[in-house]
């Protein structure tokens, strides 16, 4: 099927949904609810639907931002590997000024969003919107860009417990840790997808400047870290045994996570990327709920 086809078939609204992969949301979306229930943890309460309608369309608007940032800044590279050349820019299914204009409406609805919400969070949302741009730059410097990823998706309890009027402390802090160290985790595994051709185009990952071995212990340390962090933000922030209950099961996922995928066998490194984190978030949504009803 030609590029032509291919567009004329597919309503365009699919193609900005591959191009920014909204089903993706899923990774931190469910963290930013389960950072709005801590907050209202200590008073047994439950946060108000329009609340959380509001921190949905914001994070929705600013996951989107994020990727089709990435996504304009990485076409060159994304064409030239060939993982990613069936993407929408690199293929032609979508022209630079779509995306460079989906861009624009999805930081129309972060800012709006962030205006029914906690008056803080006016005047905070050009910090994630900083670090978007800056995170597509940083593979072609420092094998940090994993890090930096993983610190700019942990905001998201942080900016809910901040969206719902809470003053800061330490259980939004400690759930920042453990999902950037999640995210982090799981993002040094995703780059071992592209270690050859990063190195054949000059770009920087942990893979490529420490191994893969090296990659999945790194991994795992992350991860240990997130259950810990998760533990602390539930002390922290007065949540019950269910809630413990929930890091446990966030602890067996990611042990099964790393042991289905390993330096010598990287068959099933999509499932353990896509399919587990996702579960993960779900899962632990649910027994944050669930803490919050007990």
């Known amino acids: 099927m030609t590029t032509a086809k291919a567009r004329s078939r597919t309503p365009i609204v699919w ?43 914001a994070m929705v608007g600013a996951r989107s931002l994020a990727m089709g940032i990435n996504r304009v800044v990485d076409r060159e590279i994304d064409a030239r590997n060939p993982r990613t050349a069936g993407r929408e820019l690199p293929s032609g299914r979508l022209d630079l000024w779509q995306a460079a204009l989906f861009c624009l409406a999805a930081l129309v609805l972060l800012v709006l969003a962030t205006f029914r919400l906690a008056p803080v969070v006016r005047y905070l949302w050009p910090i994630p919107v900083a670090a978007f741009v800056i995170y597509p730059y940083l593979k072609r410097a420092t094998w940090l860009c994993h890090f930096w990823l993983g610190a700019t998706i942990g905001l998201a309890p942080l900016a809910a417990w901040l969206a719902v009027g809470r003053s800061l402390s330490p259980a939004p802090f400690a759930l920042w840790i453990g999902v950037a160290c999640w995210v982090a985790g799981f993002d040094l595994l995703y780059g071992l997808f592209d270690v050859r051709v990063d190195r054949e185009q000059g770009l920087h990952s942990f893979a490529v400047r420490f191994g893969v071995s090296a990659t999945f212990w790194a ?10 962090a998760l533990t602390v933000a539930g002390i922290a922030g007065g949540a019950g045994v269910v809630w413990g209950l929930g890091v446990v099961a966030v602890a067996a996922l990611l042990c099964y996570e790393h ?36």
Do not use: M
């Open 15 to 57: 193609r900005l949904a591959a191009l920014v992969k909204l089903e993706h949301t899923l990774f931190a979306l469910p963290f930013a609810y389960v950072g709005v229930l801590l907050a209202y943890r200590p008073a047994k309460e439950f946060p108000r639907w329009e609340e959380l309608l509001w921190i949905t369309l």
């Open 259 to 294: 042991l289905i995928v390993s330096p010598s066998d990287l068959r099933r490194l999509n499932a353990a990327f896509f399919t587990i984190n996702g579960v993960i978030a779900i899962v632990f949504l649910v027994f944050a709920v669930a803490d919050a009803l007990v």
């Open 219 to 228: 991994a795992r340390a992350l991860h240990l870290v997130t259950v810990s």
